[in-house]
């Protein structure tokens, strides 16, 4: 039952933090001894430093609990320490590059979401039939919405009540009129409205993808710089580090449209123009613990208030047709269980049993006989060698005294013939017509018969194991299949056609992104990177129903998302995906 416990794949924010941090650990740094640390770090530096060093990243609310107890802890009481200056540095820089994944990682998630309503909305408006589908699921929602309840429900206030306009009922259309509204068919008012969530939605998206691909072309740049002979160059702590440590909380400021003064500046002010305060771009355990408690939350707010306005309709609101017919048909359905009780309860115990036998008789007992049969060897028929061995000396003492009784033969004559009934020759004339009677033929029979079964034993004790396996492979498919039902179930993986089209429209996106790039350029832009990777991302979690196909696909999908390979490459790898998954996301072997 390990399948039960598979995680699912890494992201591409986990797999570039994993990267960034291996990367920051190998750095060749150099400490003079005078810069040592004079005194003992303090008790807070050094359990956050333990805690960023693991070899597997932290999650957001340990992080958010070590940039808490940093913050406790004054970062420019230590100055004069350069020793532990430097472990300040490098607390903030691994601090500040997980911080940095988990912006990545929150817009991902986002474009995602907003990707997944989108295509439902195409889904939609490409139909003519899923329009006027869609308009008569919304259609009660929206006389509620437009209806004014009366203030007290009387003759008078029916009489004055009247249908709703389609101005009331429809969003109004832009750069129209009331009038051009009440002149529309509801049909198009609603192919409209459904082409103006879509529309908000795919800008929402592209402003995502826009800060996912900036966020992931400017990200964490750790390495050591190289000389013209190509040495590398020692990097020191208390520059290169803390630099890149602050241009990415800089960097993350900008994606999350946080108003920033530049490094020199020590005080915060209020801005004129954004009316906002505007934030110094240094990375400290304050900063950074503002982005994830105070920014970071505030885009997601952003989000949830465009999916709240332009996401589909509530489960609710989509399926209130259908469970109109619910009540009547749990009614009739219950009053025919009532009139025929006791043909349920013993239907009811028929399949309990049914389910009993067959785990018993088909699943439990063949396994039984196989490991009996490995232990014990196989039965056979039960017939004896002994058992043949006194039918065949029987038959040659009858026909010797027949021999000897009636054609009165002698010693060597009576010898020779037992010799022949021994070796099974009766083609000699007397003894021929001795073994005619009708005792002796059954003599013969049962002779014939013993032998044959002992062949048949030794048949059965040889085929034995074979017939239990071949006995056992029905129920063992059985319980595979419904295991690999049960296995989907528990991952949530999509099945059938829903899930074949997910694997065909993310493969076709990203070949589509590739394509579309200028063939002069390259580079893509911010946007168009961050559509690859909220496209990749979305294959990604397609792979989770894979299982031990998976790796193989997220190697061909890291090849996808390589920002060092060149545009052509990407849609070489492209082919091959197609060439070895199949159109239907199925490996071809």
């Known amino acids: 039952m390990s399948f039960l416990f598979t995680s699912p794949p890494p992201s591409y924010a986990e797999e570039q933090l994993s990267s960034h941090l291996s990367t920051l650990s190998t750095l060749p740094l150099t400490l003079e001894p005078s810069l040592r640390a004079a005194a003992a770090p303090p008790p807070a530096l050094q359990s956050a430093l333990h805690e960023l060093s693991s070899t597997k990243p932290i999650p957001r609310e340990k992080l958010v609990e070590v940039l808490k107890s940093l913050s406790k802890e004054s970062v420019g009481a230590y100055r004069a320490d350069e020793g532990i200056k430097v472990l300040e540095h490098e607390v903030i820089s691994r601090a500040a590059t997980m911080v940095w994944k988990e912006v990545l990682d929150a817009f991902v998630r986002g474009a995602l979401e907003l990707e997944e309503e989108r295509n439902w909305w195409d889904a939609v408006v490409n139909s003519h039939r899923g329009v006027v589908i869609y308009l008569i699921q919304t259609l009660p929602l929206r006389l509620y919405k437009s209806i004014q309840p009366p203030a007290a429900f009387n003759l008078a206030s029916l009489q004055s009540f009247h249908f709703p306009s389609r101005s009331a009922l429809f969003k109004p259309l832009p750069n129209a009129s009331a009038a051009l509204t009440s002149l529309t068919s509801p049909y198009n008012l609603t192919r409209r409205e459904i082409l103006s969530s879509r529309k908000a939605l795919t800008r929402s998206r592209n402003s995502f993808a826009r800060r996912i691909g900036l966020l992931a072309s400017q990200g964490p740049r750790w390495m050591a710089e190289k000389t013209e002979k190509g040495d590398v160059t020692p990097r020191t702590m208390d520059l290169d580090v803390s630099a890149e440590a602050n241009r990415l909380y800089g960097l993350v400021c900008e994606v999350l449209d946080v108003p920033t003064l530049p490094s020199g500046t020590s005080s915060p002010r209020r801005s004129k123009s954004i009316g906002t305060t505007q934030t110094p771009v240094s990375a400290t355990p304050s900063t950074l613990l503002a982005v994830l408690t105070v920014h970071l939350p505030q885009a997601r707010s952003n989000l949830d208030s465009v999916l709240k306005t332009h996401r589909r309709p ?156 071949v006995g056992v492979a029905p129920s063992v498919l059985i319980l595979y299949g419904f295991g690999g039902w049960l296995k989907g179930v528990w991952r949530g993986e999509q099945r059938g056609k829903g899930r074949r089209r997910r694997y065909f429209n993310g493969l076709r996106d990203i070949e589509r992104l590739l394509l579309t790039t200028p063939k002069h350029d390259e580079e893509m832009s911010d946007r168009d990177r961050g559509l690859l990777i909220v496209s990749v991302s979305g294959l990604r979690t397609w792979a989770a129903g894979l299982g031990g196909n998976r790796d193989p696909f997220l190697d061909d999908l890291r090849m996808v998302e390589d920002p060092s390979m060149r545009r052509g490459d990407k849609l070489r790898v492209v082919e091959r995906i197609w060439r070895c998954w199949g159109m239907d996301g199925r490996r071809v072997v």
Do not use: C
């Not at 036998?357 to 060897?377: A, D």
């Not at 003894?431 to 059965?460: E, F, P, W, Y």
């Open 314 to 469: 509530s489960p609710l609101t989509r399926f209130w047709f259908p469970l109109l017919f619910l009540p009547p048909a749990v009614l009739t359905l219950s009053r025919t269980l009532l009139r025929n009780k006791e043909w349920m309860q013993e239907q009811i115990r028929n399949s309990r049993e049914t389910i009993r036998g067959f785990f018993v008789q088909w699943v439990w007992e063949p396994l039984e006989g196989i490991g009996k049969t490995l232990r014990q060897g196989g039965e056979g028929l039960g017939v004896a060698p002994t058992t043949v061995e006194a039918d065949k000396q029987s038959l040659e003492r009858m026909v010797v005294d027949l021999g000897r009784d009636y054609y009165h033969m002698s010693g060597p004559e009576l010898e020779q013939l037992g010799q022949k009934v021994r070796g099974g020759d009766m083609e000699p004339s007397p003894v021929k017509n001795a073994l005619m009677g009708h005792l002796v033929r059954a003599l013969l029979i049962q002779t014939d018969l013993s032998l044959s079964l002992l062949s048949l034993d030794h048949l059965l004790r040889s085929q034995q194991l074979t017939f239990a396996f």
